[in-house]
């Protein structure tokens, strides 16, 4: 088996990791109603693209690759991102109004409704977290004029899948858990059901959950049912 290094990521790796994200999103059941004519790829790697180059230019986020040291592949990475709470964001959301209707605000080729419940369930559990308001799981990042570090949190974790099974997630989460613990800081990340388990056998623990009943979009009895996000804390 050979061996790994987990360090910073370059401008370079930005397609790569936008392509891990891409495919870590098309494993969401929840995906197929989000974006309108699913699956609009252009659509999607448009927007994890811009999600990763906005992660890489925020000085609030810091974002870590896998790389096999005999090949040189990038195995995974992971992205955190230093939150703060809502009050002391001050006048950070200029830029985004405008005179468009809210659907206009939402990114292109999402659905605003299914976009909409997204975020709503994600600022219901942020406020365990007393964390800065973002667009959750499909991804606006707290903008980057704050100083103030409050929290940590986990934003995307992604491993390859012919190189699953090896720790290289596990090893992923301890470098954000030293990071967390070093500045004395909570430790939280946003989970999805595929990934729930996995964190739940780390040091992580419940807070909060929110469903969303996504037959309210799908085609009648084709399975759709309740798709859950939970909040999570690291334990002390």
Known sequence: ??????VPISA????????????????LTINRVLWKDWP???AQR?????????????PLSETFKVVDDESGEILGHVVLS??????????????DKGEG???EKVPKGLDPEV???VEEAVKEIDKEFQGANRFGLYIRHATSKISANQLIEVTHLFVAMPHRKRGIGSQLVRLCIDKAQAEKVPLVVFSEPEVHGF???LVFEDTKHVDIDLRKWAPKYCGFGMFRIWGMVMRN
């Not at 088996?1 to 987990?6: E, G, N």
């Not at 939150?83 to 959301?93: A, E, H, L, Q, S």
Request: aromatic letters at 10%; a negative charge; glycine letters at 6%.
């Open 1 to 6: 088996m050979s061996s790994y290094s987990i």
């Open 12 to 27: 370079e790796d930005l397609p790569t990791l936008a392509a891990f994200v891409y495919t870590s999103k098309q494993q």
């Open 40 to 42: 609009n790829e252009a």
């Open 46 to 58: 448009a927007n994890y693209t811009n999600a990763v180059e906005g992660a890489f230019k925020d």
């Open 82 to 95: 230093r939150k703060i709470p809502v009050g002391d964001v001050k006048n950070t959301d200029k830029d």
């Open 101 to 103: 209707s809210e659907d």
């Open 115 to 117: 976009a909409g419940a």
């Open 199 to 201: 964190f739940l056998g």
